[in-house]
Nanobody, 119 residues
């Protein structure tokens, strides 16, 4: 079994920065791609940023230039540094990881951490 636990979400003012963290634990043989998604009320879940095991990154348009995804493979952690936050960034931010365990490789999700940006 694999668990993903996000942290770091809080209420901030527009223009401020925030760093989210996600820790992967459990029976882990290998972690491949990792990513951050977000889900706002009334909207579907959307990709924010992704990162491969060797550090190649990709960003959705709204995140490019403001958000930075990184990971620490030794600690099974992935991070999302967010700057110049806007009210439209308000959402529940979820971590995703493609994990090899003692079963079939699959994607795992965390419960999310709430980010609220006030204007």
């Amino acid at each position: 079994q694999v668990q993903l636990v996000e942290s770091g979400g809080e209420l901030v003012q527009a223009g401020e920065s925030l760093k989210l963290s996600c820790r992967v634990s459990g029976t882990i043989f290998n972690i491949n791609d990792m990513g951050w998604y977000r889900e706002a009320p009334g909207k579907s879940r959307e990709l924010v940023a992704g990162i491969t095991k060797d550090g190649r990154t990709n960003y959705e348009g709204f995140a490019r230039g403001r958000f930075t995804i990184s990971r620490d493979n030794a600690k099974n952690m992935v991070y999302l540094q967010m700057t110049d936050l806007k009210p439209e960034d308000t959402a529940n931010y979820l971590c995703n990881a493609n994990v090899e365990t003692n079963g079939p490789r699959r994607h795992w999700w965390g419960q999310g951490t709430q980010v609220t940006v006030s204007s």
